[in-house]
């Protein structure tokens, strides 16, 4: 099947040249209830406008003529304008959010700062991480009472939190510790956490108006506050006056990255900046994959056999392992399989809003300048030319013998020049999680979850599990 265009094969619509003769722009009129019909289910929204109107359709999602794209050619399309056809178009609450310090902002930097952040998320780094990981997830899952029904959404984000802030910002909040909190703006994990979500819930209030009233107004004030948290921590690593080891941690990575090159990519806003974003990506989205994984889990059995006959072959049967080696967790193929088919059915959110500077023509649909374009994992991930029998759960179909994991089909982390940066750690800490679990734990859903929608898709709060231990 040839799906994947030639860069060719996208005609850019210089202003004033009028596009080729026989050109149509895609079916559906943007209705002005598009943007609630949206956020109160993503998936519905999309499964019901791709089955009436095929894999591109105008909606007019956040205000504007938003063109959705599922086909992996129009997926390819998106996600490669940058700088010549297309700039990132978030709603203003959500960019305003990010700030000027995220990658999203300076499309002449971009590449810059990408390349300087890299190396603190992935490759031989992200392998010294896996000692930590595995401890903290340890320790947190050993602490649950079983047996017992689990709300888990909140007890694995706690977990994942703990993980997270070792990892990027190179300290542990122990809230128990009294040192832990010295010198820092902010006393206590669950002030931080509060933070934290009302920041996120900020990124797509609808209203820009800057108050107390508003959700946008109490994301932005959070994000100020947490930005001072940052800044503190910053500057207490700096005052601890240690050598600082470029691989500890992120955050150590980008200070040494600014000892080394003072006038480099590091400024002390990016800095900051970034290890606020990265703590919030992770956090909320390695935690929303873990939840979604296990209840995946839960549901399909043969599953559950097939993963704990893949760990007794890497464990060689021993049940009381502390820690997954990285070379272990490379080695658990159908795991990655199972995390990758859970991605395809409970994508966690949209990828690549971008906005089009010019026109542009692909398989003869005219994409107008002006609108905004959004790759949509939601379609693409049931379409059944990339992945046959779509609703059924089958890891299988990303084992070597299907991959079924093909670039612009299947797209749960994005792609092209803004995939995301954290994917290979998301899929480490849940391994190492799941893991864990499997080697400990028995748990049985209980009933069919409900799910927070937007603006990721997340196990709701109240959603429990029942645990038993194995060991
Ligand atoms: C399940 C976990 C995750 C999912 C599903 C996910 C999803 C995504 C998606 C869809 C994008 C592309 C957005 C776009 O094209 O507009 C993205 C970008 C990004 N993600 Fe993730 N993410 C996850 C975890 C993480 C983690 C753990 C980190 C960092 C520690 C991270 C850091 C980033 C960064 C920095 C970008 C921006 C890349 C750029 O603009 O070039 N993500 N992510």
């Not at 939601?378 to 299907?402: G, K, Q």
Request: hydrophobic residues 40%.
């Amino acid at each position: 099947m040839h799906n994947i265009a030639n860069a060719e094969e996208v005609k850019v619509i210089e202003d004033g040249q009028a596009p080729p003769t026989g050109t149509t722009t895609p079916p559906r009129k943007p209705k002005w209830y598009d943007t609630f019909s949206y956020i109160a289910n993503p998936d519905r929204f999309c499964r019901q406008n791709l089955q009436k109107y095929g894999p591109i359709f105008n909606t007019g999602v956040f205000g504007r003529t938003t063109i959705f794209v599922g086909s992996a050619k129009a997926i390819q399309m998106a996600f490669n304008g940058d700088l010549k056809y297309t700039e990132i178009a978030l709603p203003a609450t959500t960019m305003d959010m990010f700030g000027e310090y995220s990658l999203f902002q300076r499309p002449d930097l971009h590449r810059q700062r990408k390349n300087a952040l890299a190396p603190g998320l992935t490759g031989r780094v992200l392998d010294g991480y896996t000692p930590l990981i595995n401890d903290v997830i340890v320790r947190g899952i050993n602490s649950w009472t079983t047996p017992s029904t689990i709300a888990v959404s909140p007890a694995v984000e706690k977990i994942c939190f703990d993980v997270l802030t070792p990892v990027l910002l190179g300290i542990s909040l122990d809230d128990s510790a009294p040192e832990t909190f010295k010198g820092l703006p902010i006393t206590s994990k669950a002030e931080l956490k509060a933070l934290y979500k009302t920041y996120f819930h900020g990124f797509y209030g609808l209203s820009q108006w800057k108050s107390p009233l508003t959700k946008y107004g109490r994301g932005f004030l959070a994000r100020t506050k947490l930005l001072e948290f940052m800044r503190a921590v910053v500057q207490r690593r700096r005052g601890e006056g240690k050598v600082i080891k470029p691989t500890a941690d992120f955050l150590s990575m980008m200070l040494d990255s600014q000892q080394e090159h003072p006038d480099g990519v590091f400024s002390e806003q990016l800095i900051e900046n970034q290890c606020l974003l990265q703590l919030w990506a992770s956090d909320y989205e390695v935690s929303g994959l873990i939840s979604s994984l296990m209840y995946q889990i839960a549901r399909h059995p043969q599953v559950i056999s097939r993963l704990r006959l893949e760990q007794a072959t890497l464990t060689g049967g021993n049940s009381q392992v502390t820690m997954f080696s990285p070379e272990q967790l490379k080695q658990m193929v159908y795991l990655e399989a199972t995390i990758k088919e859970t991605l395809r059915t409970l994508p966690p959110s949209s990828t690549a809003s971008r906005l089009l500077t010019k026109s542009v023509v692909l398989d003869g649909v005219l994409y107008n300048k002006g609108c905004v374009i959004i790759a949509e994992p939601r379609i693409a991930h049931i379409t059944p030319e990339y992945f046959p029998e779509p609703e059924v759960f089958a890891p299988e179909r990303f084992l070597p013998s299907r991959s079924e994991d093909k670039m612009y089909q299947f797209i749960p982390f994005g792609g092209g020049v803004h995939a995301c940066l954290g994917a290979q750690m998301a899929i480490a800490i849940t391994k190492v999680f799941a893991s864990h679990l499997l080697q400990m734990f028995n748990w049985e859903a209980t009933g069919e979850a409900k799910f927070v929608q937007f603006p990721l898709k997340k196990l709701r709060d109240d959603y429990q599990m029942k645990f038993t231990r194995r060991v």
